[in-house]
T-cell receptor, first 113, second 114 residues
Framework: GENVEQHPSTLSVQEGDSAVIKCTYSDSASNYFPWYKQELGKGPQLIIDIRSNVGEKKDQRIAVTLNKTAKHFSLHITETQPEDSAVYFCAAIRTGTASKLTFGTGTRLQVTL | DGGITQSPKYLFRKEGQNVTLSCEQNLNHDAMYWYRQDPGQGLRLIYYSQIVNDFQKGDIAEGYSVSREKKESFPLTVTSAQKNPTAFYLC?????????????FGPGTRLTVL
């Protein structure tokens, strides 16, 4: 089955700096990679996703890159703000089947003033 | 408002008792999922259902049971056979066969065994 590894487990940045979270996956057939943000005591919310036929996707201050050859994908947050503080999860799945989303172990991002 | 609701938000249980967590969605989604989240760990899949009256075990189904009698509802029962039930439980749903299998999550239920 799919295995997703996520690093780092914790990340502290100063407000205005950039943050990068990296994930690797094992199943070369995986073709959809969502990123979720989870605030304390709440359920995860999808913030951005990328398909395997795209190398990069941006949405304002958030971007995701995908390297299919190396089987890794990354989340980039620029100009970080205190409200970006949360736990971020990456995930991978091969769509169109009964496959299940496989999640990384999460990264706790702390944006300090 | 469309979405997924879970109740209760907090739940306390004595050892040896079964307890049922509620999950309801009005998104008209076919598929529903239950995950368990422990501190410092990712989401682990307990059970999932792709259609009414059908469900499959996930990665950590032991000590749990589910039912899917209605499209909107997917309750999870934590039985006394679950050795370490204290955790944060998340329900999710998705359009079966939909674009990217995007999953939408509920707010979660925190279960504590006393």
């Amino acid at each position: 089955g799919e295995n997703v590894e996520q690093h780092p487990s914790t990340l502290s940045v100063q407000e205005g700096d950039s943050a990068v979270i990296k994930c690797t996956y094992s199943d070369s057939a995986s073709n959809y990679f969502p990123w979720y943000k989870q605030e304390l005591g709440k359920g995860p919310q999808l913030i951005i996703d990328i398909r395997s036929n795209v190398g990069e996707k941006k949405d304002q201050r958030i971007a995701v890159t995908l390297n299919k050859t190396a089987k890794h994908f990354s989340l980039h947050i620029t100009e970080t703000q205190p409200e970006d503080s949360a736990v971020y999860f990456c995930a991978a799945i091969r769509t169109g089947t009964a496959s299940k989303l496989t999640f990384g172990t999460g990264t706790r991002l702390q944006v300090t003033l | 408002d469309g979405g997924i609701t879970q109740s209760p938000k907090y739940l306390f249980r004595k050892e040896g008792q079964n307890v049922t967590l509620s999950c309801e969605q009005n998104l008209n989604h076919d598929a529903m999922y239950w995950y368990r989240q422990d501190p410092g760990q990712g989401l682990r899949l307990i059970y999932y259902s792709q259609i009414v009256n059908d469900f499959q075990k996930g990665d950590i189904a032991e000590g749990y049971s589910v039912s899917r009698e209605k499209k909107e509802s997917f309750p999870l029962t934590v039985t006394s056979a679950q050795k370490n039930p204290t955790a944060f439980y998340l329900c999710a749903s998705s359009i079966q066969g939909g674009r990217h299998n995007e999953q939408f999550f509920g707010p979660g239920t925190r279960l504590t065994v006393l």
